[in-house]
């Protein structure tokens, strides 16, 4: 168990609805990672936290859009379903900025009908 | 822009075998390197890193990885395969701006 979790577990919505992933990273954590595992795209990097604030973005989509909380924990909000968005979504936290390592949580797994 | 390359996306080995999963980088500065495991239907576990020092790095479940910076690799080796070692392995590359890129994975099979 890496301290990372992530709800819910699975998820099954339809084209063209919006879904909220939730994570709540490690206690002490302030950085936030949201990466999507696909089989043709492999685990690519969407978007970072830190302490609240945006710090970096990756391969993200207008339609996906993310927050981190006062509490530290973050959501990722993706909207105008495809079902091309169908993946697992992973977060993974690391204490703070700088070269550390990430800790993975379970991952939510997107099926888009 | 930094790559990973993961060469073999399925590799397979008898129980008590060595095990050795290939993985080159391309980094335009110092790169830091992790090994991570995903086991069926779970998140990614991490193995090892490199980020400075001894270039010989030990990990969980008895994996090891060596930078070789003139060989621009960061393999990851076990001396001998236990059933349980079978899962997706993950190799990552990162550097000051934090993200983690990711190889496309090594699938490792054991066979008994």
């Known amino acids: 168990d890496s301290g990372v979790t992530q709800t819910p577990k699975h998820l099954i919505t339809a084209t063209g609805q919006r879904v909220t992933l939730r994570c709540s990273p490690r206690?002490?954590?302030?950085?936030v990672y949201w990466y999507q595992q696909s089989l043709d795209q492999g685990l690519q990097f969407l978007i970072q936290?830190?302490?609240?604030?945006?710090?970096a973005k990756g391969n993200i989509l207008e339609r996906f859009s993310a927050q981190q909380f006062p509490d530290l924990h973050s959501e990722l909000n993706l909207s105008s379903l495809e079902l091309g968005d169908s993946a697992l979504y992973f977060c993974?936290?690391?204490?703070?900025?700088?070269?550390?390592?990430?800790?993975f949580g379970p991952g939510t797994r997107l099926t888009v009908t | 822009a930094q790559s990973v390359t993961q060469l073999g996306s399925h590799v397979s080995v008898s129980e008590g075998a060595l095990v050795l999963l290939r993985c080159n980088y391309s980094?335009?500065?110092?790169?830091?390197l992790f090994w991570y495991v995903q086991y069926p239907n779970q998140g990614l576990q991490l193995l090892l890193k490199?980020?400075?020092?001894?270039?010989l790095v030990k990990g969980i479940n008895g994996f090891e990885a060596e930078f070789k910076k003139s060989e621009t690799s960061f393999h990851l080796t076990k001396p001998s395969a236990h059933m349980s070692d079978a899962a997706e392995y993950f190799c990552?590359?990162?550097?000051?701006?934090?993200?983690?890129?990711f190889g496309t994975g090594t699938r490792l099979t054991i066979i008994p």
């Open positions: 993974a936290s690391s204490p703070r900025h700088g070269v550390y390592e990430q800790y």
């Open positions: 206690s002490g954590d302030l950085s």
């Open positions: 936290y830190y302490n609240g604030e945006e710090r």
């Open positions: 980094s335009s500065v110092p790169p830091y």
């Open positions: 490199y980020t400075t020092g001894a270039t």
């Open positions: 990552a590359v990162s550097s000051a701006n934090e993200k983690l890129t």
